[in-house]
């Protein structure tokens, strides 16, 4: 056998070993070989196709690390912990980690046990990074989620632009670039901005032939949502704009009798958010309501319903979000419903979460003021974030200030921590100094030191239930005491309920009004433009909404699909009602409700089930059973 042939039968092999699959999906061998043999690829293919394996297997077949740039730190958690219950070593390296962990990390890759290694893209303009990188044997670098180099998107990202010149300076390695959502424009521009050389090229046509899109407005969004999954023996996605939505809907459809559902945002604990994410993976049947923070790297194969509970902001998050169903070929369905009123409402809460540039500087000038941070400075500790401080001085909505400060947390100016995790506490004070302090204090610090060991030495984390059992002492009365204890400075104690900030690079005034404010704006420009875009995709109810998602990505030839919701339309027009023509057929099998029916056909609007069970009625071709049932006459 020769080397080629070895190479093929053990790439298969690990597929079917770590994986549990014995074929490829289209392409995916096919990239896999082009990064086998050192050449720089790319890949383009849309959501569900597998992109993940391409750069995932051929990390374990070759030597050393595979470096993988990716631009959230929920997704590298997510993929990290999932490549980890396959059996494959893999780490990451955020901002968050102490320096004890991340060396922890990068001796594992110097002594070859780690083969993916996932990094945030700053990272790699680090001149420590690319030091600690230089002993360590890289064998290529994967960058996902690439779309975020181009401008032309809403989720650029400047310092992808690190990776061209880390391979030049420090690892002249094949890179393999990664994308869902590519313009033509946007995928020319990845290859020019990380500099691939002779990159083979692997794409994908956009059309899903087994996923139907269906657009319908309504005014009772959650009665809907409710209609659609009544009848429901499949597992099923529910999209909503906000965490409160997300609860409210779990609840009234938990009200209503739906069992098996469930809610997921990135408000809860990582530890709950693992728990639920576990449970829909694995359950048949179970309903998960969700906002966008949940679904990156999610592959759930017996998923078929996708529900938007409003429109998204923009078109590539759309056809990612409903690209989760169907990725067994299955017939599967998504609905996206929406009213004029909640678009309008949509175009006030975008345009007041946009800062203008006297807006963007009152807002960073308080941020780093409150927290007496002089220019040139970066302190060590970490702060609260004081949103309700900053609103009040400036007077700019919350919103604003929250989408300035993620700006700043997404060019890695700082660290916004904004879910929930345990509380911190250290005592900065020696054993025999707390004696000189006055009984009461010295008491209570003496009982914390019994009951954390090492929270003299540095942080650590507790559970204020946990700590409240073993002082004996109520949490509110424990509270007050860390809080004066902390206002005195004789320790820090930070609130895990609470969002934290942790400063990354020194103040710079001039960069933030100058350069990092451009950034801003350019961004900002763009998630307006990306809203519009989806507003008409939404509104435009004469041409295929699939033909239209082609043509966007710049399809050829984009034709109609025949089965979303306009296509249906038209040919109801041509061949009369289908609505009618579905409940012939269904009552032919036996009498039904009006409620199995919308169940049985969730992509007509149950108002129209009703009318045209009454125009069959007045028809004579359809009689009541009693004042619920139908059926044939």
Sequence with gaps: ??????????????????????????????????????????????????????????????????????????????QVQQLRSMGIEAELLVSSMEDHEMETVLGLCREGVTKLLFVAP??????????????????????????????????????????KTFREQVKPVPII?????????????????????KPRSFSQSF???????????????????????????????????????????TQMLLNKGLGNVDYYHAGLSSGLRTKKQKQWLESPAKILVATNAFGMGIDKQDLHTVIHLSPPQSIENYYQEVGRAGRDGKPSFAFLLYSQPALTTMDSLLERSIASRVEFYKITSLLYSLCQIADGERPERTYYMPTEKIERLSGCHPQK??????????????????????????IHMAAEEIDDLAPSQSAFLEALTRALPGVLSFPIPFQPKALSEKLQTSWEQIKVK??????????????????????????????????FYQLYERIQQSKVRKWEEMKHFVLE??????????????????????????????????????????ILSA?????????????????????????????????????????KTYALA
Excluded at 419 to 424: A, D, N, Q, V
Aim: with cysteine; proline share 4%.
């Design 122 to 163: 700053e990272r790699l303009s680090s001149r420590k990074f690319r030091t600690q990188m230089e002993d360590i044997p890289i064998s290529f670098i994967a960058v996902d989620e690439a779309h975020c180099i181009s401008e032309w998107g809403q989720d650029f990202r400047p310092n992808y632009r690190h990776i």
């Design 177 to 197: 670039a990664l994308t869902a959502t590519a313009t033509p424009s946007v995928l020319f521009e990845i290859k020019e901005r990380l500099g691939l050389s």
């Design 401 to 426: 200030i929250r989408g300035v400060v993620e700006f700043l947390h997404n060019q890695e100016l700082l660290f916004l921590k904004d879910y929930p995790g345990p509380s911190t506490l250290q």
């Design 207 to 249: 059309r899903r032939e087994n996923l139907s899109l269906f657009f319908e407005q309504t005014l009772e969004p959650f009665e809907r949502v409710y209609q659609l999954l009544s009848g429901a023996r499949q597992s099923a996605l529910v999209y909503c704009r906000t965490r409160k939505q997300t609860e409210l809907l």
């Design 482 to 515: 860390l809080e004066e204890l902390s206002t005195q400075q004789l320790l820090t104690y930070t609130d895990g309920e609470r969002s934290t900030l942790r400063f990354l690079t020194p103040r710079s005034a001039r960069d933030l009004e100058g350069k």
């Design 1 to 78: 056998m020769n080397s080629a042939t070895s190479l093929q039968s053990l790439k298969h092999s690990t597929l079917l070993h770590f994986w549990g699959h014995h074929s490829f999906r289209p392409l995916q061998s096919e990239a896999i070989d082009s990064l086998l043999e050192g050449s720089d690829t790319t890949v383009l293919l849309p959501t569900g196709a597998g992109k993940s394996l391409c750069y995932q297997l051929p990390a374990l077949l070759l030597e050393g690390t595979a470096l993988v740039v990716s631009p959230l730190i929920a997704l590298m958690r997510d």
């Design 587 to 627: 009552l032919s099998e036996g009498p039904a409700t009006l409620e199995m029916l919308s169940n049985a056909f969730p992509f007509h609007a149950r108002s129209e089930l009703q009318q045209r069970l009454i125009y069959l009625l007045d028809e004579g071709l359809v009689r009541m059973v009693n004042f």
């Design 541 to 582: 109810n004469t041409r295929c909404k699939m033909e239209m998602i082609l043509a966007y990505f710049k399809e050829s030839s984009p034709t109609r699909c025949g089965q979303c919701s306009v296509c249906r339309r038209d040919r109801s027009a041509l061949e009369g009602s289908s609505a009618e023509s579905d």
